[in-house]
């Protein structure tokens, strides 16, 4: 069964069609990439799935459940969880509480904040417990106490997607997650996400620009370019595909330069 | 020694109740900032609790138990009403909105001949005092930093750092916003009836815009990281005009430059020690 279903969206700003009557699905337990040229409407695709925006139309489902209207807070109760591409950490709390703020939905304390009671206790101990879990499955865990804007820049990456992991998603969006990496970096972070998928089960929808990491880590892709779906299919089917090719490098060529090695 | 205490206590009595007012007021506006809103509502929040406690005190001689508990409810409701269409705003078209609501209740206050009109009201009973202030200071500080604590505490700092980012991370926004609106409009209220009733008297302009941006200030120049840090903010504030007492006319003048360093130097308040956020 599908896990994400796109039908129709569509967003308007003013004269401009940014994301055109894009469809397309995606299969639960695969990584499934969403690429196209700058402006191609990727980032305005994935807030119309996250609820940071309202479309102008069409339709996102997950699972059976639509997410039309919902605001993003309801997705996430729902198992949606996303990275953004200009990193959005809690600069001033603790690795670790960033981690926690992930697990928000998940934990239910009202009154017994203030009255302390064992069940408060219990509960606020086991959103320790996972918290560190998932900063030892990132390489963070050395890290849990450090104020989360002192961390080097691949780190605060790991960082955020330990935080979306917390919101224990069905489907995790990640806005290019290996935006400004260096080689090493993005090989390490290429391991990172394909344990989410292998190990974990998870399904990844991602935004990337770093081709070699895209072909080698997705099972499928999404081509945009100026807010239209141009292709989809596997990697090896995008890559020999002409509008494709045309999106990347104009008319008149004969060979993709993304198709030049795959990162590991 | 003990008659000492009690003269210092006689000669000092309207700054000790003030200190315990304003902290509770640093910590009504505290509620707001930590959820990245900008209130400038709250001394009008206070003077609905203030008069609502005082109308309650002087007409109808209810306990003073029952005027604390209306004058949090009040202004909560009036909170509740207007934080719908108001919230939808952010940032410093919030604080705008605020402002209106400050100058419609002092006109309000003004024109209300039953509540005393421009003469304010006066003789309302002395209740409650030092004990009531400071007690309800402490109970607050305590509950705040309960809150702070606890995944509530963590939200609310998620959404003062970056607000999407929250509501992505599964934080109902609207109901966080609302939530700490209400809550410190009632915790103003309640500052407002205990101040009423150790001052005697009330009047519709102690109330205005120049007493919303004096609390704001509190936590100002305190700072947000934890709750104790805005009632520093107001203790240094209430007590500072009365330390520079000795330069007369330049008091004021001192008194609104340490304030203009304190905020240049020191942008995350006199306290920047941040609370741990973990239960």
Same mark, same amino acid.
């Given at each position: 069964?599908?896990?994400?279903?796109?039908?129709?969206?569509?967003?308007?700003?003013?004269?401009?069609?940014?994301?055109?009557?894009?469809?397309?699905?995606?299969?639960?337990?695969?990584?499934?990439?969403?690429?196209?040229?700058?402006?191609?409407?990727?980032?305005?695709?994935?807030?119309?799935?996250?609820?940071?925006?309202?479309?102008?139309?069409?339709?996102?489902?997950?699972?059976?459940?639509?997410?039309?209207?919902?605001?993003?807070?309801?997705?996430?109760?729902?198992?949606?969880?996303?990275?953004?591409?200009?990193?959005?950490?809690?600069?001033?709390?603790?690795?670790?509480?960033?981690?926690?703020?992930?697990?928000?939905?998940?934990?239910?304390?009202?009154?017994?904040?203030?009255?302390?009671?064992?069940?408060?206790?219990?509960?606020?101990?086991?959103?320790?417990?996972?918290?560190?879990?998932?900063?030892?499955?990132?390489?963070?865990?050395?890290?849990?106490?450090?104020?989360?804007?002192?961390?080097?820049? &691949?780190?605060?990456?790991?960082?955020?997607?330990?935080?979306?992991?917390?919101?224990?998603?069905?489907?995790?969006?990640?806005?290019?997650?290996?935006?400004?990496?260096?080689?090493?970096?993005?090989?390490?972070?290429? &391991?990172?996400?394909?344990?989410?998928?292998?190990?974990?089960?998870?399904?990844?929808?991602?935004?990337?620009?770093?081709?070699?990491?895209?072909?080698?880590?997705?099972?499928?892709?999404?081509?945009?370019?100026?807010?239209?779906?141009?292709?989809?299919?596997?990697?090896?089917?995008?890559?020999?595909?002409?509008?494709?090719?045309?999106?990347?490098? &104009?008319?008149?060529?004969?060979?993709?330069?993304?198709?030049?090695?795959?990162?590991? | 020694?003990?008659?000492?205490?009690?003269?210092?206590?006689?000669?000092?009595?309207?700054?000790?109740?003030?200190?315990?007012?304003?902290?509770?007021?640093?910590?009504?506006?505290?509620?707001?900032?930590?959820?990245?809103?900008?209130?400038?509502?709250?001394?009008?929040?206070?003077?609905?609790?203030?008069?609502?406690?005082?109308?309650?005190?002087?007409? %109808?001689?209810?306990?003073?138990?029952?005027?604390?508990?209306?004058?949090?409810?009040?202004?909560?409701?009036?909170?509740?009403?207007?934080?719908?269409?108001?919230?939808?705003?952010?940032?410093?078209?919030?604080?705008?909105?605020?402002?209106?609501?400050?100058?419609?209740?002092?006109?309000?206050?003004?024109?209300?001949?039953?509540?005393?009109?421009?003469?304010?009201?006066?003789?309302?009973?002395?209740?409650?005092?030092?004990?009531?202030?400071?007690?309800?200071?402490?109970?607050?500080?305590?509950?705040?930093?309960?809150?702070?604590?606890?995944?509530?505490?963590?939200?609310?700092?998620?959404?003062?750092?970056?607000?999407?980012?929250?509501?992505?991370?599964?934080?109902?926004?609207?109901?966080?916003?609302?939530?700490?609106?209400?809550?410190?409009?009632?915790?103003?209220?309640?500052?407002?009836?205990?101040?009423?009733?150790?001052?005697? %008297?009330?009047?519709?302009?102690?109330?205005?815009?120049?007493?919303?941006?004096?609390?704001?200030?509190?936590?100002?120049?305190?700072?947000?990281?934890?709750?104790?840090?805005?009632?520093?903010?107001?203790?240094?504030?209430?007590?500072?005009?009365?330390?520079?007492?000795?330069?007369?006319?330049?008091?004021?003048?001192?008194?609104?430059?340490?304030?203009?360093?304190?905020?240049?130097?020191?942008?995350?308040?006199?306290?920047?020690?941040?609370?741990?956020?973990?239960?």
């Amino acid at each position: 069964m599908t896990l994400l279903t796109v039908q129709g969206l569509t967003r308007r700003f003013q004269g401009l069609v940014a994301v055109d009557s894009v469809d397309f699905a995606v299969q639960p337990g695969t990584v499934h990439g969403l690429i196209g040229p700058n402006g191609a409407g990727k980032t305005t695709l994935f807030n119309l799935v996250s609820g940071v925006l309202a479309p102008s139309a069409g339709s996102v489902r997950l699972g059976d459940q639509p997410l039309d209207g919902l605001p993003p807070y309801r997705r996430t109760a729902l198992g949606l969880a996303r990275t953004f591409q200009n990193i959005r950490i809690f600069s001033e709390m603790t690795v670790l509480e960033n981690v926690m703020t992930g697990l928000h939905t998940r934990l239910s304390a009202t009154w017994g904040i203030l009255l302390r009671g064992p069940g408060f206790r219990a509960e606020e101990r086991r959103a320790k417990a996972k918290a560190r879990d998932l900063l030892a499955f990132v390489g963070l865990i050395d890290a849990a106490d450090t104020r989360a804007g002192d961390l080097p820049y &691949g780190d605060q990456r790991r960082l955020e997607i330990a935080r979306a992991l917390a919101c224990e998603p069905r489907l995790v969006l990640l806005d290019e997650p290996a935006a400004g990496m260096n080689p090493a970096e993005t090989h390490a972070l290429l &391991g990172l996400l394909r344990r989410l998928r292998d190990e974990r089960g998870l399904t990844l929808l991602l935004v990337e620009h770093d081709m070699p990491l895209v072909m080698s880590l997705c099972d499928r892709l999404t081509v945009l370019n100026f807010g239209r779906r141009i292709a989809d299919g596997t990697p090896a089917e995008v890559r020999a595909h002409p509008a494709v090719i045309e999106a990347y490098l &104009g008319t008149g060529s004969h060979e993709v330069s993304v198709s030049r090695g795959a990162a590991s | 020694m003990w008659d000492a205490l009690d003269d210092f206590y006689w000669t000092y009595q309207s700054l000790i109740h003030a200190i315990g007012v304003n902290g509770i007021l640093a910590l009504s506006v505290y509620v707001v900032l930590a959820v990245g809103q900008l209130s400038l509502g709250q001394a009008a929040f206070m003077g609905v609790g203030a008069y609502t406690g005082a109308l309650l005190s002087v007409k %109808f001689g209810v306990p003073f138990g029952v005027a604390m508990l209306a004058s949090a409810v009040v202004p909560a409701l009036l909170a509740l009403v207007v934080g719908g269409p108001t919230l939808r705003l952010t940032g410093v078209y919030l604080a705008i909105a605020t402002i209106g609501l400050g100058e419609i209740t002092r006109i309000v206050f003004l024109n209300w001949d039953y509540a005393g009109g421009a003469l304010g009201l006066s003789s309302i009973p002395e209740r409650g005092g030092v004990v009531a202030i400071y007690g309800t200071l402490a109970v607050l500080l305590v509950g705040l930093t309960l809150v702070a604590r606890s995944r509530v505490g963590r939200a609310m700092e998620a959404m003062r750092e970056d607000e999407a980012a929250a509501g992505v991370m599964g934080v109902n926004l609207p109901r966080y916003r609302l939530v700490a609106l209400v809550v410190s409009s009632a915790m103003a209220g309640v500052a407002g009836c205990l101040s009423a009733h150790v001052s005697s %008297f009330i009047g519709p302009n102690e109330y205005g815009f120049e007493a919303a941006v004096t609390i704001l200030s509190y936590a100002l120049l305190g700072g947000i990281g934890s709750p104790l840090a805005p009632v520093l903010g107001s203790t240094i504030l209430t007590l500072l005009p009365e330390v520079l007492r000795p330069l007369a006319d330049f008091r004021l003048m001192v008194n609104g430059l340490i304030i203009v360093l304190a905020v240049l130097f020191m942008p995350r308040g006199i306290l920047p020690w941040r609370i741990a956020r973990t239960g």
